[in-house]
């Protein structure tokens, strides 16, 4: 037995240990939100047991590898009974216990495992619907299925089915081509289901051929014809399903989903506006611009001819090979700007491991100003461009539209989000990717920044100003377009007209716009999101007094969501299991 020569020692020890671990449950109940929440376990095997259904009952690629498809009748109905064994799980769940944090989680994941049911819902009435144009589907589908546990088959009768489903497809494409009610959703539906039954045709074949002897003997010649059919009526669908080119000058594709579809988009966004009350927004910002714009024209001397005072500005472009300097210049005076007013704290090592990387050419037709993320792309002229490319590219991409627009892309903007969206709470970044808070955040910087002075000279509120502007007429032409009232072309020129976009520069954003893909909310989620964001600094900065630095890096650490749920968390709101959009974030005059 071992006696202490210093009892009192002992005893302020063990006093010690207990004020130490009282001291750490008092800190992990106090920062526990900070990085989970109980929702997060099912948040994340919710992801995994759909992509789980989504490997299996999916084509599966020769080797490893998971392909994309469109997903068959049966996956489509694994996955429904998925959904709704989560939202039972959510039912089940004591949502009364949650704090705030906990309740944005359950609200989201609830409404994600809805809105991914609404679309399987949809998908799977298009399929009953368009069954005249897949006669040939169960067919290739039961075959894909017989073949995920490796059941032995019949090689001269495989052959046989495959002989008689080349005549089904053709007959599919005869069908096609004498119907002109099919609208361009349902095209573009049958396309990426012939394209998936293709990819899981292949994965039978590939599965096959070569070691069955049968199969081998048999398969290979009617396999081909059947793929060189299903190829053939995807062309056809190519060819009826293509984004609409407009006749009018412009030659940009598009297609305007109507009123109705982005009225739900919105409220699918948790963005208690619509798309009308979007524009009226729009036109009163755009109007304050103006103003601001006019200031800096009198400013340089042009006094209301702001065309010429921004004439000057394009013509301040820094000569070839020279813009990469410019950028790094650009990138610390917005540093310095940051810490100068004590904004926020940048880790070191997100300042240190940005890149950067010059855009090709190619991307530059529909990316003519830089881009970011974890690295900045910068645009600027090539010498495969004709003198005028290059010269648009250089005044489009002068100094003073740069200003603004180096943090956006980098720090504290989308290279920042990449950093600690890897960082804090990562469970939300896949699972609840929006726009609003992508592009808000970023272009709430810029907004900010105006406000605080950054821009010290007429030249550089001129070129803030620009982007603003830009972001204006993001929300105006992407929504006219999609009412169906504007044509791109009427788009490319309310860029020229009213923002003072080169002509090459406004062609590549509208057609950015319309062809990429972003779909139809992504342009005029940058200035909604970031008024959005603006409202809640008002509130909680400006009003209650929270610091610059404790307000955003309470943001960024929140991770993707919708701003209304934001917002919710950092005032603590008590949120109904059902919470829908209500926010009005927006002053109109």
């Not at 019949?154 to 081509?177: F, R, T």
């Not at 890149?355 to 990316?367: A, H, K, S, Y």
């Amino acid at each position: 037995m071992i006696i202490s020569k210093h009892p009192i020692t002992t005893k302020t020890t063990i006093c010690l240990l207990l004020l130490f671990f009282s001291t750490m449950v008092n800190a992990q109940e106090e920062n526990l939100y900070d990085h989970t929440t109980p929702i997060e376990p099912l948040i994340i095997q919710y992801g995994h047991d759909v992509q789980a259904i989504n490997y299996f009952y999916g084509p599966m690629p020769k080797g490893w590898g998971f392909q994309q498809a469109a997903a068959s009748p049966e996956q489509v109905q694994r996955l429904l009974e998925i959904d709704q064994s989560y939202l039972d799980k959510l039912k089940a769940f004591p949502y009364n216990a949650l704090e705030t944090n906990g309740q944005v989680d359950y609200i989201l994941l609830n409404r994600k495992v809805k809105q991914h049911i609404e679309h399987l819902l949809d998908k799977k009435k298009q399929h009953e619907r368009l069954g005249n144009y897949l006669s040939f589907a169960e067919e290739i589908y039961a075959l894909e299925k017989q073949r995920r546990r490796g059941t032995t088959i019949e090689g001269e009768k495989i052959a046989e089915d495959l002989n008689a489903l080349s005549q089904k497809v053709q007959q599919a494409e005869k069908a096609l081509a004498e119907d002109t009610s099919l609208i361009f959703e349902d095209i573009l539906f049958l396309k990426e289901v012939v394209e998936s039954l293709k990819l899981r045709l292949s994965s039978v074949y590939d599965f096959y051929n070569g070691y069955d002897p049968m199969f081998t003997w048999w398969v290979p010649e009617p396999y081909q014809h059947l793929s060189a059919r299903l190829d053939q009526y995807i062309t056809a669908l190519e060819g009826l399903g293509e984004h609409r080119v407009f006749d009018d000058g412009s030659q940009i594709g598009g297609n305007p989903i109507g009123r109705d579809a982005l009225n739900k988009q919105l409220k699918d966004e948790m963005v208690a506006y619509t798309a009308d009350e979007l524009l009226r927004l729009a036109d009163q910002e755009f109007a304050w611009c103006q103003a601001e714009l006019l200031k800096a024209s009198r400013d340089m001397g042009f006094g209301d001819d702001w065309k010429a005072a921004q004439e000057k500005v394009k013509n301040a472009y820094v000569p070839a090979g020279k813009q990469p300097e410019l950028i790094l210049k650009l990138y610390n005076t917005a540093q310095e700007f940051i810490k100068e007013h004590d904004l926020m704290d940048i880790p070191t090592l997100a300042d240190e491991t940005w890149g950067m990387i010059m855009m090709t050419p190619e991307r530059q037709l529909v990316n003519p100003f830089f881009t970011g993320g974890r690295e900045i792309s910068i645009s600027y002229p090539t010498d495969g461009m004709t003198h005028e490319q290059k010269r648009m590219s250089m005044r489009g991409n002068n100094p003073y539209f740069s200003y603004p627009t180096v943090q956006h892309e980098l720090n504290p903007g989308h290279h920042l989000q990449y950093f600690m969206n890897r960082r804090h709470k990562p469970y939300r970044e896949r699972a609840f990717n929006t726009p609003f808070w992508t592009e808000g955040w970023t272009l709430y910087w810029e907004l900010l920044l105006y406000d605080l002075g950054y821009a010290k000279t007429p030249e550089e509120r001129i070129g803030m100003l620009f982007w603003r502007m830009h972001r204006c007429a993001r929300i105006t032409f992407s929504i006219k377009f999609h009412l169906g009232e504007w044509t791109p072309q009427q788009c490319i020129d309310y860029l020229v007209d009213n923002v003072g976009f080169e002509v090459a520069n406004a062609h590549g954003e509208v057609k950015r716009s319309f062809e990429a893909n972003y779909g139809e909310l992504y342009q005029l989620a940058y200035l909604v999101g970031g008024l959005q964001l603006m409202a809640i600094k008002n509130e909680l900065v400006d009003e209650g007094g929270m610091s610059y630095k404790v307000f955003h890096d309470r943001v960024i650490k929140e991770n993707y969501m919708p701003m209304e749920l934001l917002r919710a968390i950092l005032i603590k709101q008590d949120l109904s299991p059902n919470h829908e959009a209500k926010w009005k974030f927006y002053n109109f005059k």
